[in-house]
């Protein structure tokens, strides 16, 4: 099981970057997909996750309205689209498949991780 991140990269303040995400080796369309994030000297956070049919969305208070996330069962794929970017969202993003159909806010209910991407957003 493999999960590829990509699209990462440096930004200015309020520009926008959309992060992909593959996922290869099992077929995932049964499970929920979220994205994480971990900036430098902090912990690891929920940043937003989407079920399994693509019915249900959940979003960190500071990322609603900027961010969207959305999957394409059919390639096994999952995307971040981040507008407005803010100089805060600089971190490390890491895509990752969950254990069951619901999404959930929590790393723990997470089986598989991406090796995730480098997002900066300067000031």
């Known amino acids: 099981v493999q999960l590829q991140a990509c699209g990462g990269g440096l930004v200015q303040a309020g520009g926008s970057l959309r992060l992909s995400c593959a996922a290869s080796?099992?077929?995932?369309?049964?499970?929920?997909m979220g994205w994480f994030r971990q900036a430098p000297g902090k912990e690891r956070e929920f940043v937003a996750a989407?079920?399994?049919?693509?019915?249900?969305?959940s979003y960190k208070n500071s990322v609603k309205g900027r961010f969207t996330i959305s999957r394409d069962n059919a390639k096994n794929t999952v995307s971040l689209q981040m507008d407005s970017l803010k100089p805060e969202d600089t971190a490390v993003y890491h895509c990752?498949?969950?254990?069951?159909?619901?999404?959930?806010?929590?790393?723990?209910?997470?089986?598989?991780w991406g090796q995730g991407t480098q997002v900066t957003v300067s000031s």
């Open positions: 990752a498949v969950g254990a069951y159909a619901s999404y959930s806010t929590s790393a723990s209910s997470y089986e598989y």
């Open positions: 080796g099992r077929t995932f369309s049964s499970y929920a």
């Open positions: 989407i079920s399994s049919n693509g019915g249900s969305t």
